[in-house]
């Protein structure tokens, strides 16, 4: 059975800082990662996807990477803003999407 | 705009009562889920499919029934409503294995069981 893991649970960072929020998973036959964002009591915003071929992908201040072998993927932030706020989840893919529980995090202005 | 759309956006419901959340897509999108998302649990799946006529349970299955008659309609049945079931729920699609867009999500259905 998959499980995803996101460690830490909750981050509070002051601003303009970079930043690492770590994600693991069991099972290494996966076809893609995806991180979203969610703001509290809104839906969930794609960040990013890598696939299963890649090893990172960017988008602006935001890079994930991917290594299937030891099961890990990481996203960096580069200089945090306080807009950066929210939940930042994890999910792998494989025939479905299981999801880590996230990280929370707040960046103080 | 192309997406998912979820329909009601809210609903209450009484104890015992049952009703059917409606999920749309027109992406063409082969795969699509549920989910209930409640504080501290996380995303849980409830139950996916791979292609119309074709469904499986996910995580946390009981208490709610689907059907996949088409490509673009994925709905959820709530058979007789607890308040256990009290929780937002989420529809998702995409393409076999999450394409190259990876999945995308409707806006939600936030469900309160009295």
């Known amino acids: 059975k998959q499980e995803v893991t996101q460690i830490p649970a909750a981050l509070s960072v002051p601003e303009g800082e970079n930043l690492v929020l770590n994600c693991s998973f069991t099972?290494?036959?996966?076809?893609?990662l995806q991180w979203f964002r969610q703001d509290p009591g809104k839906g969930l915003t794609s960040l990013l996807l890598i696939q299963s071929s890649q090893r990172e992908q960017t988008s602006g201040r935001l890079n994930a990477s991917l290594d299937k072998s030891s099961g890990r993927s990481t996203l960096y932030i580069a200089a945090s803003q306080p807009g950066d706020s929210a939940t930042y989840l994890c999910?792998?893919?494989?025939?479905?999407?299981?999801f880590g529980k996230g990280t929370r995090l707040h960046i103080l202005p | 705009n192309a997406g998912v759309t979820q329909t009601p956006k809210f609903q209450v419901l009484k104890t015992g009562q049952s009703m059917t959340l409606q999920c749309a897509q027109d992406?063409?999108?082969?795969?699509m889920s549920w989910y209930r998302q409640d504080p501290g649990m996380g995303l849980r799946l409830i139950h996916y499919?791979?292609?119309?006529?074709?469904?499986d349970q996910g995580e946390v299955p009981n208490g709610y029934n689907v059907s996949r008659s088409t490509t673009e309609d994925f709905p959820l049945r709530l058979l007789s409503a607890a308040p256990s079931q009290t929780s937002v729920y989420f529809c998702?699609?995409?393409?076999?294995?999450?394409?190259?867009?990876?999945?995308?999500f409707g806006s939600g259905t936030r469900l309160t069981v009295v």
């Open positions: 992406m063409n999108h082969e795969y």
């Open positions: 998702a699609s995409s393409y076999r294995g999450g394409g190259a867009d990876g999945y995308t």
């Open positions: 099972d290494s036959a996966i076809y893609n």
């Open positions: 499919s791979v292609g119309a006529g074709i469904t």
């Open positions: 999910a792998v893919i494989d025939d479905k999407i299981i």
